[in-house]
């Protein structure tokens, strides 16, 4: 497959993506995230695939714990970033990392791939006009039993950023729509709970957890400037957690962004 064909909708800002990793916002998420994933996930050595693995942050931190982890993404470029700083790891942690290039549907189709105990796809979701290619290849790639893990941008919160930024077109905007442009400039959907648990409900997946990823730190008005200006508040979406069986739903302590 060529490159143009494993470009997605988040190829064209990648650069400003790649410039902001390492920054406090991305930090504090990541860690969020891990949390999250610690009381969820079962314990090791079981068999994780991270969809849209990109530079492979969450990939490696599971890896470190024991877990064998394959990482999937479009980017040749992220993949590289993924791949070198795996070979800084220790063999132990080297031999539980598989990293795989093409797109999350295309990929899922490969007879060699094996469902797993646990699948992650975080920050995908808002870059495909149509979510459901992208989750009918996560419920196929989820053993019975095993669960899901999705970050997403939280389509009932979209009038947050700009009402707290004093924008009042852009929010009374946001309350009728599941468009936006995000930070790194692109223009992005959002999923509202109703509407995605009906689609997981539909292929399988019954939601059974979600909790916020929202961040209040003390951070610059640019993620790409070094000078802490003033006080912003950093959000991502919500994470969300299904399980391939049947299951009664739950919400799991602290509100949703």
Known sequence: MSPAELSTAFTAAEQNWQARLGRLRDVVRQELVSRQLGAELPPPPVPIIDLGCGQGTQALRLARRGYQVTGVDASADLLARFERDLAAEPAEVRARVRVERGLIEHWAERTVVSPATAVL???????????DPVLRAIAGLTAPGGIVSLLVRNGDALAMRPGLAGDWAA??????????????????????LADLTGRLAGLGLQLTAWYGVRVFTDIVANDADPSPRRTRRATSGPCWTARNEPAVPTRTAGSPP
């Open 121 to 131: 796809c975080h920050g995908v979701l808002m870059y495909q006009a149509d979510p």
């Open 171 to 192: 929010c009374a905007e946001a309350f009728g729509s599941d468009q936006y442009t995000n930070r790194i400039g692109v223009a992005a959907r959002a999923d509202r």
